[in-house]
């Protein structure tokens, strides 16, 4: 007989509860789980529901949700951080942890309000362009030269896409977009897919807010001045070092993304308890208000964000805190680690926003300030991700199968393309003194290379 479990009676159970939620730990790497009091009440009621029903991973269905909520904001705030500098709730996120530990039915779950949004949308899109094609066809019989007003589709969210499809969709919904991932490695590998050109570039641009110029070959040139695009994906642990490759460890792109890597995940048994329809109501509604904001335009169609600002007392915990971590980045004796803590800087500003945006929606809070308690939970969620960061550094950089290379075979494994011929890496191999059999015995190695096509290898690392 399935259980089902009363809201009321729910909450009452996770307040007496909770705690038990906060006891792993791990040696290593000190990690603790993500750090859910940061949300509103309703939204910490909400994740321990999908956890205690549904098993959902708190660290997965957090992060969820604060994806969630930096594309329901989109372009309607920014946060003022000094004259001159606005920041955006742009967020890229990753959900990483071994096969069926359920990390994409927390994504399904926090997007499904958004998503469901995009379907009526789509609908109502449809239903005009039959009126569109109608309405057109009468005006040829009747030979009336002028142009019915041709619908336009408006979604947020976007899985399957290239990049002229990104730009089109963005122009048509100012207010931002969000890039919707299972398998985080497809969004590297759609990265000059369709062009020659450096979308990491672009992606690293879109990051920091910088406007976007496209030149089409058909249709008018866009300009988006004001870009908005998070992303969110889900990876198993084996794959991180994926990230790493074709030069995104080196160009600091991987130090914009948001790791929940949870300790000590193990598959879960199946509960038959069910979360009640009031839980899932309640979530849906949270993101309804943020959706529903609307996006105001200037004369030239350009979005014009609400600015919110800190107050003083959260001012100065804010500039607290950036010096102690401009003494870690000082003191700290790895380039890798010192880009992660510096971009730190900056998404602690844009937690603050999400944040202070969440408690609004929620109705625990205006939304025009960040107060004290804000930045106090923002430094929280900053502290948590600055160690799922480092517990992915150390993850990806120990037990390397390069460890065990010779200096000579480092030297060529380092200088070999990421994809290379047979023909070409046996250049490499001779001008660094590695002989022509054992360089192709060494290709063999299944831990360094993988075999692309018929004399065509690939480094794994």
């Not at 098993?55 to 957090?62: E, G, T, V």
């Not at 607290?320 to 010192?338: A, F, G, H, I, Y």
Request: aromatic fraction near 12%; charged fraction near 30%; hydrophobic fraction near 35%.
């Amino acid at each position: 007989m399935t259980t089902r479990i009363s809201h009321t009676e729910f909450i009452e159970d996770i307040e007496q509860n909770q705690n038990r939620f906060y006891q792993l730990s791990n040696e290593e790497y000190n990690v603790e789980p993500f750090p859910i009091h940061v949300f509103p009440e309703s939204l910490q009621y909400v994740i321990l529901a999908t956890h205690e029903c549904l098993k959902y991973p708190i660290d997965f269905i957090s992060s969820a949700i604060l994806y969630a909520i930096s594309i329901s904001i989109g372009n309607t705030h920014k946060i003022k951080i000094k004259e001159s500098w606005l920041e955006n709730a742009v967020v890229y996120v990753c959900l990483a942890g071994r096969a069926g530990t359920n990390k994409s039915h927390p994504l399904s779950f926090a997007l499904k309000p958004i998503l469901d949004k995009d379907f009526l949308l789509s609908q109502k899109y449809k239903a005009e362009m039959l009126e569109y094609i109608k309405i057109k066809e009468m005006k040829k019989q009747e030979k009336n030269e002028e142009e019915p007003l041709k619908p336009i589709l408006q979604k947020t969210i976007l899985s399957d896409y290239t990049p002229e499809v990104i730009i089109e969709i963005h122009q048509n919904n100012l207010k931002g977009l969000g890039i919707y991932m299972d398998e985080f490695v497809g969004w590297f590998k759609n990265f000059n897919r369709y062009n020659k050109g450096n979308e990491q570039e672009s992606w690293l641009s879109n990051w920091s807010g910088k406007s976007i110029i496209s030149d089409r070959k058909t249709g008018d040139p866009i300009y988006i001045s004001s870009p908005f695009i998070s992303v969110i994906g889900t990876i198993q642990i084996a794959r991180l070092n994926e990230i790493i490759k074709e030069s995104r460890g080196d160009s600091g792109f991987i130090d914009r993304i948001l790791f929940a890597i949870p300790d000590s995940l193990q598959k879960e048994y199946w509960t038959d308890i069910n979360i009640s329809s009031e839980t899932v109501t309640d979530y849906t509604n949270f993101i309804n208000q943020l959706l529903d904001m609307p996006i105001f335009k200037d004369e030239y169609h350009r979005p014009i964000a609400t600015i919110v600002e800190f107050s003083n007392e959260a001012k100065e915990l804010l500039f607290e805190w950036q010096r102690k971590n401009t003494d870690l980045c000082r003191s700290v004796d790895n380039e890798s680690l010192e880009g992660i803590y510096s971009k730190l800087e900056v998404y602690i500003s844009r937690f603050c926003l999400i944040l202070q945006l969440a408690k609004w929606a929620a109705g625990e809070e205006g939304k025009d300030i960040i107060s004290k308690d804000t930045i106090i939970k923002a430094i929280a969620l900053t502290e948590y991700f600055r160690k799922t960061a480092e517990k992915v550094y150390y993850t990806i950089n120990r037990n390397s199968p390069k460890d065990k290379l010779s200096k000579d075979k480092l030297k060529v494994y380092e200088v070999l393309p990421e994809k290379f011929k047979t023909e070409i890496g046996l250049k490499i191999a001779l001008v660094n003194g590695l002989k022509e059999r054992n360089f192709k015995n060494w290709l063999n190695d299944k831990d360094l290379f993988a075999k692309v096509s018929h004399g065509e290898y690939e480094k794994l690392y």
